[in-house]
């Protein structure tokens, strides 16, 4: 069993800064992939961003550039570092873990675990 919890989110000017966390409980941590997932209303829940557990990285051709995302296991951590925020990066963000110590899974179903969200709004 995993449990995460996300902080970080807030509000933010466009082309401004934000760092999410995701503290997950658990002595496997470094086994598993790590994804960072948003949804804005009346939209389908997309990757963001994901880490496998030996650091391969992948990302949503909509944040290449200008999200990272980054694990420190030592602290049982993963992080999201935004920048350049635009409008349409508003959502809620969610924390993911599942499977995958080589490859980062794509979908939603691919994980089994899920912090409860936080919200990011960029005004413009």
């Known amino acids: 069993q995993v449990q995460l919890v996300e902080s970080g989110g807030g509000l933010v000017q466009a082309a401004g800064s934000l760092r999410l966390s995701c503290a997950a409980s658990g002595r496997t941590f470094s086994l598993y992939s790590m994804g960072w997932f948003r949804q804005a209303p009346g939209k389908q829940r997309e990757l963001v961003a994901g880490?496998?557990?030996?650091?391969?990285?992948k990302y949503a051709d909509s944040v290449k550039g200008r999200f990272t995302i980054s694990r420190d296991n030592a602290e049982n951590t993963v992080y999201l570092q935004m920048n350049s925020l635009k409008p349409e990066d508003t959502a809620v963000y969610y924390c993911?873990?599942?499977?995958?110590?080589?490859?980062?899974?794509?979908?939603?179903?691919?994980?089994?675990?899920w912090g409860q969200g936080t919200q990011v709004t960029v005004s413009s």
């Open positions: 993911a873990a599942g499977a995958g110590t080589f490859g980062v899974p794509n979908q939603s179903y691919e994980y089994s675990y």
């Open positions: 880490i496998s557990g030996v650091g391969n990285t």
